[in-house]
């Protein structure tokens, strides 16, 4: 009797093939976070390149994560459909093309249409690559993959930044863009080697459940943009806050009317353990992005240090993220995925609640303090937490599962980054008594970017050091929060 190749499991796939799979999902997954990092870094210079303000090229940006974080659940649901492998495919062949469309680009026009179809592209290697993953390998090839998945997505955010600054330095913001082209070439053809799955039922495109998810999400992300510039009162992110409400409750309904046809069985979320998982990027993934956003441009306009050295003093949070996800996965397999997420999120919440020691001076030494357990806090969960939420549901819903995990990874971020600059700067400018209002949440937007102005400076580093402290504590309340909702939720025996 022979196996259907749609039903490989990881004992059919061969030796050559899981590392073809492998090597496709971990170049992949470089290459989105650098596609946001990177872009991040390029964007001044692409700015004057292209002779556009830098408020308009900040479109760029925003084009990408709208998409990017509307898309995931459409694309894992329809991985499950029509094929794992080839969402995968296609996704890893849009983020390459658009990437060298952007490089080539003669106007801002067309790098931001690019840059949205290229977030489309990106949603779709996030969900389906998570999805092939689970269903071609299991045990320890499976823990072993994941663990390569978690390594390649903290390289991309932890080099990202760097890799570009020096690309940009030596040579052309083109540069950035065609690296990451260059990332897909691999990534796809190794990823033609992965066997092809799609979910044994296959019901008709849920596009009632898919419109609602989608928009949905592209109005909350809208939303998002719009207050960095515009505030959370202005008329322009009320109504698409409004929006994005009103489409979820619809999406929530279709799904528990049509469970048959549903883009995403949103009974999973009854079971605790699939709960605690999603929950995992609030815990985790918020707080390192936050930290890799504002403490360097803490570092430079307090402490008044230079680019390359204050990424350098963010080592103890970058290194363990690089180093710590392949051992996760081993240490998982010897005691359980409980035990590693639970043990993760508390040394977030340590790492964080030791950012109460940090100065703008604070050496190297001083910063370890805080930083490392931080790090090491993510780089544990970066090596497990991608299994964990596609092995909570049966592995025909491993690409929806991947989807709403990596959904709310992203909003998450998107929130973190708003709600931490709105925070920061909101406590910054308490400390400039005797200024307008307008006038104190300027120099305080600017001081949280690494701006600050010199005939302020003493009470904006004393308003950004305590900001940051109480950053600190809030995410140490979270983190906390989420090891006891974790070692709650999940079995000992889950996962092993």
Do not use: K
Request: aromatic share 6%.
């Amino acid at each position: 009797m022979t196996t259907s190749p749609l039903l490989l499991t990881a004992t059919d796939v061969g030796r050559g093939r899981y590392w073809a799979t492998v090597t496709a999902v971990g170049c992949a997954g470089m290459m989105l976070p650098f596609s946001v990092t990177g872009a991040a870094v390029a964007l001044p210079s692409m700015a004057a390149g292209l002779g556009a303000s830098t408020d308009a090229a900040q479109w760029m940006l925003n084009a990408f994560n709208i998409t990017f974080a509307a898309l995931p659940l459409a694309a894992g649901g329809l991985a499950d459909r029509i094929g794992r492998r080839r969402v995968l495919l296609a996704g890893i062949a849009l983020v390459g093309a658009l990437s060298l469309l952007v490089s080539l680009a003669p106007s801002m026009a067309v790098v931001d249409a690019a840059r949205a179809v290229q977030g489309c592209g990106a949603a779709a290697v996030l969900a389906a690559g998570a999805a092939v993953l689970a269903d071609s390998t299991s045990g320890r090839r499976r823990q072993l993959a994941f663990g390569v998945l978690g390594a390649s997505f903290g390289t991309g955010l932890a080099v990202g930044p760097p890799a570009a600054g020096a690309l940009v330095q030596a040579g052309s913001w083109r540069a950035v863009f065609l690296l990451v082209a260059a990332l897909a070439v691999p990534a796809y053809l190794c990823a033609t080697r992965a066997p092809e799955s799609r979910a044994p039922d296959r019901p008709p495109i849920d596009l009632a459940g898919l419109g609602c998810f989608t928009a949905g999400l592209a109005a909350l992300s809208f939303a998002l943009v719009r207050a960095t510039g515009a505030g959370w009162a202005a008329p322009g992110t009320l109504l698409p806050l409004v929006g994005a409400a009103a489409l979820m409750a619809a999406f929530v309904v279709v799904e528990l009317r049509r469970p048959e046809r549903a883009m995403f069985d949103v009974r999973l979320f009854r079971r605790p353990e699939f709960l605690a998982v999603v929950c995992q990027p609030f815990t985790v993934t918020l707080g390192f992005v936050v930290l890799l956003v504002y403490l360097p441009a803490y570092l430079q306009g307090v402490g008044g240090r230079g680019v390359l050295t204050s990424g350098l003093l963010l080592l103890p949070l970058t290194a363990p993220v690089l180093l710590l996800p392949l051992p996760a996965g081993r240490l998982a397999a010897a005691l359980s995925v409980r035990t590693v997420l639970t043990a993760a999120s508390a040394l977030i919440a340590l790492g964080a609640l030791l950012l109460l020691t940090v100065r703008g001076d604070a050496s190297w030494a001083a910063l370890t303090v805080p930083l490392l357990p931080f790090g090491a806090g993510v780089g544990l969960a970066f090596g497990v937490m991608d299994d964990a939420a596609v092995s909570t549901v049966p592995v025909e819903r491993a690409g929806a599962a991947a989807g709403i995990f990596n959904t709310l990874r992203i909003t998450g971020e998107s929130v973190a980054v708003s709600g931490a600059a709105a925070l920061l700067t909101a406590l910054t400018s308490a400390h400039l008594p005797g200024l307008p209002p307008g006038e104190a949440a300027r120099l305080a937007a600017h001081a949280v970017q690494g701006q600050v102005d010199p005939a302020r400076r003493e009470a904006l580093a004393a308003g950004f050091t305590g900001a940051l402290h109480v950053l600190g504590v809030v995410l140490a309340v979270l983190s906390a929060a989420g090891a006891v909702l974790t070692h709650r939720a999940l079995r000992e025996s889950a996962h092993r």
